[in-house]
């Protein structure tokens, strides 16, 4: 009997000792598990840095170079304004004409021809019939001043012309 007894005492004082032992390692898994998901790193996505696009070009590509337009209907009149020149003109096209120094190819043909002459830039010399000058947001065309006077202009006066423009 008195092992019966010293087996329930000492199962009881190992009953005690464990139990709060038991406690404090649940207790330390519930804080531990509690501190874990607690303190979890979010997803961290580093930003990714996109770099700037690099243009080689030492000059931007002009979006009109190539293009070609053709204005239709024009009539040769006088230039009350400037002395009473013959001209035709595309006018208040800043769109098309803000740059002057924009390379170009300007020609010119009757309306009752399928021919289009080339027009120079107006500037001395030159030996084309038709010369062409950009300004003011504008295209205007004239008989070749040096090689036509003024005054013997007026056989193109109310005759209707197309003028091609082309960007190169």
Request: net charge neutral; proline share 7%.
């Amino acid at each position: 009997m008195y092992n019966q007894l010293f087996y329930i005492k000492s199962s009881v004082v190992n009953y005690s000792i464990m139990k709060p032992i038991i406690k404090f390692i649940a207790c330390g898994l519930i804080i531990g598990i509690i501190f874990f998901t607690s303190c979890k790193k979010e997803n961290y996505v580093p930003s990714v840095v996109i770099p700037p696009q690099i243009n080689l070009s030492t000059s931007p590509r002009d979006s009109l170079t190539g293009q070609e337009f053709i204005f239709n209907e024009l009539v040769w009149a006088y230039d009350v304004d400037g002395g009473g020149n013959l001209y035709i003109g595309v006018e208040n096209r800043p769109e098309l004409f803000s740059n002057n120094n924009r390379p170009v190819e300007v020609s010119v043909k009757p309306d009752s021809s399928n021919t289009w002459t080339i027009a120079e830039k107006f500037q001395y010399p030159n030996s084309s019939e038709f010369v062409y000058s950009i300004y003011s947001n504008s295209l205007f065309v004239f008989h070749n001043p040096h090689i036509f006077p003024w005054s013997a202009d007026t056989h193109l006066a109310g005759k209707v012309f197309s003028v091609k423009v082309k960007f190169l």
